[in-house]
């Protein structure tokens, strides 16, 4: 099993900054790619950005340029620096890992608690 906690949301005025952190604790070494998603009241769950086991990264367009999405290893760790933010980023973010258990055992996803980020002037 593997356990994550986020922490680091808050409210932030327009143009700020947060960073948010995913401890990953449990059977990490069956961790493969790890994400970012946010979901907004009313909205659907969108991914905001991911990283793969070889460090490739995605973001969504409209965080491109602004969010940086990192992984320290031997911290067992997923970053989200936020630079630029906007009231539209409001949101609750959830961190996302894929589970490839060893053996034949199936993939599966699992989820931290979610943080939420406000900004608002």
């Known amino acids: 099993q593997v356990q994550l906690v986020e922490s680091g949301g808050g409210l932030v005025q327009p143009g700020g900054s947060l960073r948010l952190s995913c401890v990953a604790s449990g059977s990490v070494r069956d961790i493969n790619a790890m994400g970012w998603y946010r979901q907004a009241p009313g909205k659907q769950r969108e991914v905001v950005a991911s990283?793969?086991?070889?460090?490739?990264?995605y973001y969504r367009d409209s965080a491109k340029g602004r969010f940086t999405i990192s992984r320290d290893y031997a911290k067992n760790t997923l970053y989200l620096q936020m630079n630029s933010l906007k009231p539209e980023d409001t949101a609750a973010y959830y961190c996302?890992?894929?589970?490839?258990?060893?053996?034949?055992?199936?993939?599966?996803?699992?989820w931290g608690q979610g943080t939420q980020v406000t900004v608002s002037s």
């Open positions: 990283i793969a086991s070889d460090g490739s990264t």
């Open positions: 996302h890992a894929e589970i490839r258990p060893r053996g034949t055992l199936p993939s599966y996803n699992e």
